[in-house]
């Protein structure tokens, strides 16, 4: 037997074991102490959520918390961990910041103790390359406190910073801003040099990965919060009372930004139909928003009006709102359109040029006789004459009736017609200008325009829009209720024969009602017809 050989072998294994108790000890020791610090961290950022100690103090052990955290954002083993208490420590330290003593530890450099230990805190200046201002933001919370109310589910970006919701409400009320402000999305991300901090509010939609803790990481974003922090009303009372009480509603009449102008994005306008609201959208401009490219070139807009009034009316007010949002803002890229319903006919109204002569082919003599002598700064003339705005340059029309309903024309149609209350100044000014030719107006002997009249197949301006050409591209969504009959199908109020109409670039037909904004059909043939835009306005 070789007892060198049986010797050298026994070393071999003893090393062997020894070796691998060793190594395990040092795991075991590492876990241990990576565990004690993890818990000592928690217990940290437990302790900066007290309300009982001063503001300053609970600021910095959340940067405290922050930087510990984020020595192991780069740990396969304590990643997971490390971020969250990361993003918990950077959105709540924002909240806290912004809404401390009036703002008055927001936005200027601060040295914050805790523990025996300092920290001196910048703040970002804000940039075009997706980072907010910090004095840009009037109020900020954490998108996990917004309920989602009438969404269905959060477009949630996983990554480093705190998801967060910034609101800007100024008084007075800014341009195109709704009474409860303007809401964006922001990723709060903090780094570190030693003891100095910067904390930096990012665009999570322009900017969805930055350097934080000195690597490239993708940022946490939550982008249906700030469309569910806006208040929600009764979708169906609301759009009845608009329709039948509208002088309660004429106040509320205009273009909202649902998001902060951005002239690098492309404005996209919802306008909604009859007995409606803006709200009808949210779920749609949820859908379009889960798009990263989307959500990072176009900026939502919504057009409010009370339905009951004229069509004409109503286009007359979104044709002046589109103009003052260009005068203010320059609207480079021009707006692209979206719309249901009578709202497709608002839109369409934008993109078409009508003039005496395309009345004189429908009405004959008698619009010479109303408009001839009307000055061309009249409420009137403007309603019914005017050219089709170059600044719109896409439409897409959500079950259209381009041709009517026969239910405006009906006994259902005859009934809303004599519930409709329009505002005095608005419906003398009609009948002053048009006198017995009212017909002109609503396509009924004597009887004054209204939402419902401006829907009825024998509309004249239906009849005059229909004989002419619509400038911008245009596409066409319809519904046929699921029964798969088109051309002979409607979405139960709009027959494919009066939502179909010639020059679509295309005309996809879902199986839905006259509400089939928010199938998911639809949604999917909207996020088409918006990639497409994006290739051609390149």
């Not at 003893?14 to 795991?27: D, R």
């Not at 169906?236 to 102008?261: D, I, K, N």
Request: hydrophobic residues 40%; contains cysteine.
């Amino acid at each position: 037997m070789n007892y060198t050989h049986t010797a050298g072998v026994r070393w071999r294994v003893v090393i062997t074991v020894v070796s691998s108790a060793l190594l395990a000890g040092c795991a075991t020791s590492q876990h241990s102490t990576n565990g004690a610090r993890q818990r000592a961290v928690s217990q940290m950022l437990q302790k900066a959520r007290s309300p009982k100690i001063p503001d300053e103090e609970r600021a910095a052990l959340y940067l405290q918390a922050a930087s510990d955290a984020s020595t192991g954002l780069g740990s396969e083993a304590n990643a997971t961990a490390a971020r969250d208490i990361y993003n918990s420590a950077a959105a709540e330290l924002t909240v806290l910041l912004r809404s401390s003593k009036d703002g008055h530890l927001w936005g200027r450099p601060l040295t914050l103790t805790a523990n025996g230990s300092s920290y001196r805190l910048h703040f970002q200046p804000g940039m075009r390359n997706g980072v907010w201002a910090p004095s840009y933001f009037t109020q900020i919370v954490r998108a996990s406190d917004v309920r989602l109310k009438v969404m269905r589910k959060r477009n949630i970006q996983a990554g480093v910073g705190g998801a967060l919701v910034g609101i800007r409400k100024k008084t007075p009320r800014e341009p195109f801003t709704m009474r409860v402000g303007v809401t964006a999305p922001i990723s709060a991300a903090l780094d570190f040099h030693g003891r100095d901090a910067t904390l930096t509010l990012r665009d999570p939609s322009k900017q969805p990965k930055a350097l934080v803790a000195g690597s490239v990481r993708p940022l946490a974003a939550d982008f249906t919060a700030p469309l569910a922090y806006y208040p929600t009303v009764s979708e169906f009372w609301t759009g009845l009372m608009g329709a039948m009480r509208v002088s309660h509603f004429m106040g509320s009449t205009g273009l909202f930004m649902e998001q902060p102008y951005d002239p690098d994005r492309i404005p996209l306008v919802f306008v909604h139909g009859l007995i409606s609201t803006p709200q009808m959208w949210r779920r749609v401009v949820n859908g379009i928003e889960a798009d990263p490219e989307l959500r990072g070139r176009f900026q939502c807009w919504i057009f409010r009006y009370p339905t009951g009034n004229p069509v004409v009316y109503s286009a007359l007010r979104l044709r002046e709102e589109l103009e003052k949002a260009r005068q203010l803002y320059g609207m480079p890229h021009g707006f692209v359109l979206v719309a249901h319903s009578m709202g497709g006919l608002l839109s369409r109204m934008q993109a078409t040029t009508v003039d005496l002569h395309a009345w004189d082919q429908v009405e004959g003599h008698i619009a010479d006789k109303v408009f001839t002598g009307l000055p061309p700064d009249t409420m009137i003339h403007r309603a019914y004459l005017f050219r089709a705005n170059p600044g719109v340059r896409r439409i897409v029309f959500i079950c259209t009736p381009h041709r009517g309903s026969d239910l405006a024309s009906g006994l259902i149609g005859a009934i809303a017609m004599h519930l409709i209350g329009l505002p005095g100044t608005l419906a003398g000014t009609i009948k002053n200008s048009m006198g017995d030719e009212l017909q002109i107006a609503s396509g009924y002997p004597h009887r004054i325009p209204n939402g419902i009249t401006g829907l009825s197949p024998k509309s004249p301006p239906l009849l005059v829009m229909n004989r002419l050409p619509i400038s911008a591209p245009y596409h066409t969504i319809l519904g046929d209720r699921g029964r798969g009959d088109s051309p002979n199908s409607s979405d139960g109020v709009v027959a494919y024969r009066s939502s179909h109409v010639e020059g679509a670039l295309s005309e996809k037909v879902v199986p839905g009602p006259h509400g089939s904004c928010e199938l998911p059909e639809t949604i999917e043939e909207l996020k088409r017809i918006l990639h497409l835009h994006l290739k051609s306005a390149h």
